[in-house]
């Protein structure tokens, strides 16, 4: 399974922009999705993720209220939908997949996407 993430790009602090993760193969309808952040010099950290049928989401305590995930399954898209943003949330930003359906934060994801840049000014 291929993962290409796009939507990264420069933007004003409580300014919004629309991550995309598109796969490869229409499998991914069935896996759990998620997206995390790794700032420089920062671990990688888990932001949002949703799991297969789409019914349940989790995001993680820095995000709530403002970022959204959301899935298409008849595209292979998933989005991260980031609002209010804050110049910690200037990160790289990568999607990712779990084939057990869960998409929770916690348990392995196994497959990952390039990053897109995010930058947040203040």
């Known amino acids: 399974v291929q993962l290409q993430a796009s939507g990264g790009g420069l933007v004003q602090a409580g300014g919004s922009l629309r991550l995309s993760c598109v796969a490869s193969?229409?499998?991914?309808?069935?896996?759990?999705m998620g997206w995390f952040r790794q700032a420089p010099g920062k671990e990688r950290q888990f932001v949002a993720g949703i799991t297969g049928s789409g019914i349940r989401a989790y995001y993680a305590d820095s995000v709530k209220g403002r970022f959204t995930i959301s899935r298409d399954n008849a595209e292979n898209t998933v989005y991260l939908q980031m609002n209010s943003l804050k110049p910690e949330d200037t990160a790289v930003y990568y999607c990712a997949a779990d084939r057990r359906g869960w998409g929770s934060p916690g348990y392995e994801f196994h497959y990952w996407g390039q990053g897109t840049l995010v930058t947040v000014s203040s």
């Open positions: 193969e229409r499998t991914i309808g069935s896996y759990g």
